[in-house]
């Protein structure tokens, strides 16, 4: 029997041998039957190729005592990093991020380690990258030759099938070339990974890395998803849930990114939304529960709509950049301000001449005002 004692399990160190060229990044949650063969069938596809196969271990079964052994038998080729016992922080995905912050390689291989991902693909997914300038090659079971025979039952083909879809509808930009956006085994430059801003939860983590990454090149790589070696998928419709949330977490935080035009879009328009409702209240208590002219009091409506509209859009939507806040609030309040005699003369012209309401004919203003505004406020006030 091994020693098990916490002192002899704890991670293992990496070697101080060159950098390799590849590390493969193992996340293993009890999978004691098939580290060995999955580290003979990687170093047999692997050849001369220098690399590190680095497992990110999370078991409650003997895998960790196995790897160690294979980890003395190959003191250099061979890593484990053990997590704190029982936490299994981020799950999946968040064994693959510890990983990713441990490698030293240019590239860095993902792959299960239930040999579902087939080890002789990983030289094509080096291969591609290298051909195709890729910043990351996905390999898929989607492309053409792609197969997924390991998935079992019609039940798990559709929802891999509607999980992907569904990404590829959310990030329809961005996940273009990526006919496989749930794929579990894929290549990333190392250097393009944002390791600090990944919040992994679970098994999506891919997604993760295209999108909080921003990955541009992506290239693909077909393959057939194998059946598992031995053992049991840790898949679980808790899985599935926690996948919709995170679905959820990451778009919102891509359209926060300053250079996101739909979620600038979007912004606006809750805002705009807000905007409305909050300068239709304020002209009614200013006209008809102070009984102030409707001119001066639409002037003080659109005062009071500016500075809630300043609060959602400069949090929620612009990049702040260097300038401070009371400078963007200075600039934003003059803009708007610049709009308000077109938006006075308006609503002046339709009480006037168009004999509507002034309730109502400030709605019109509004929609004009906010479309002029729209477009100029990103260009002046933030510059882009
Ligand atoms: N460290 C760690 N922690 N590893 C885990 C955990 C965990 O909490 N949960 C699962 N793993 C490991 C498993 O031991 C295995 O090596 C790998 O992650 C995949 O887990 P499976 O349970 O076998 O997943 P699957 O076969 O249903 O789905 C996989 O393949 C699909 C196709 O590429 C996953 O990789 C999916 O993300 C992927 O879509
Ligand atoms: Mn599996």
Known sequence: MADLSPTRLKTI??????????????????????????????????????????????????????????????????????????????????????????????????MDGDLQHPPETVPELLAAGQVDQAEAVVASRYRTRGRVDGLSGAFRRSVSRATGTLARLVFPVRLRAVT????????????????????????????????????????????????????????????????????????????????SALGRLAGFAAAG???????????????????????????????????GNFAIVDRLVMHPGERTTSRRFGRFLLLNNTLTPIHLGLLYALVQLGGLHYLSANLVAIVVVFALRYAVTSAWVYGI
Not at 49 to 69: C, Q, Y
Not at 190 to 219: C, H, N
């Open 180 to 259: 496989d956006p749930m794929s579990g085994f894929f290549a990333v430059r190392r250097d393009r990974v944002r390791t600090a801003e990944l919040r992994p939860q679970g098994y999506k983590i891919l997604l993760e890395v295209l999108v909080r990454s921003r990955i541009r090149q992506v290239a693909e790589v077909p393959y057939t998803f194998q059946p598992r070696h031995a053992g049991e998928s840790k898949a679980s419709f808790r899985e599935g849930l926690r996948y919709l949330r995170q679905l959820a977490v990451l778009r919102l935080a891509a359209m926060r990114r300053p250079d």
């Open 273 to 307: 939304a807000l905007g409305t409702a909050v300068n239709s209240a304020a002209l009614w208590a200013f006209g008809e529960a102070a009984g102030l002219p409707y001119l001066l009091a639409a002037f003080l409506a659109v005062q009071v709509a500016i500075v």
């Open 13 to 110: 160190p990496e070697s101080v041998a060159a950098p390799p060229i590849v590390s493969v990044v193992v996340p293993t949650r009890n999978e004691a039957e098939n580290v060995g063969p999955l580290v003979e069938r990687l170093r047999a596809a692997l050849g001369a190729i220098p690399a590190e196969i680095v497992f990110v271990d999370d078991s409650d079964d003997e895998t960790p005592r196995v790897i160690t052994e294979i980890h003395d038998q190959n003191p250099a080729l061979v890593r484990l990093v053990h997590r704190p016992a029982g936490a299994r922080p981020g799950g999946l995905g968040g064994a693959v991020a510890a990983g990713l912050a441990t490698a030293r390689a240019e590239w860095v291989v993902v």
